[in-house]
Nanobody
């Protein structure tokens, strides 16, 4: 059974930082892509960042230079370090992975097959 569990969200002031974690179970993430997505109230889910099996990373233009994705295969965990947070970053953040015969795309949330429950990030004064 595939499980993804996000953690690390919280309430921070503008300019603050958090480290989000995505812990995988039921599979080994070393040979899978992992994506981070977010969804704000009234908006569609959007891709934030992804990391491939070979370590290649992708970022949405809105977070380049502020967010960093990384992977610790020994812990079966992917992290998203979020810095210089803005109120517009407020959303529920989800991690996702995929079936073996699928090549997911960060810009297409529907191309990802397994999702965690999400962790809330709120940026406000």
């Amino acid at each position: 059974q595939v499980h993804l569990v996000e953690s690390g969200g919280g309430l921070v002031q503008p300019g603050g930082s958090l480290r989000l974690s995505c812990v995988a179970s039921g599979f080994t993430l070393e040979f899978c892509d992992i994506g981070w997505f977010r969804q704000a109230p009234g908006k569609e889910r959007e891709g934030v960042s992804s990391i491939s099996r070979d370590g290649t990373t992708s970022y949405a233009n809105s977070v380049k230079g502020r967010f960093t994705i990384s992977r610790d295969n020994a812990k079966n965990t992917v992290y998203l370090q979020v810095n210089s947070l803005k109120p517009e970053d407020t959303a529920v953040y989800f991690c996702a992975t995929h079936r073996p015969n699928i090549i997911p795309r960060l810009t297409r949330p529907a191309s990802w097959d397994y999702w965690g429950q999400g962790t809330q990030v709120t940026v406000s004064s």
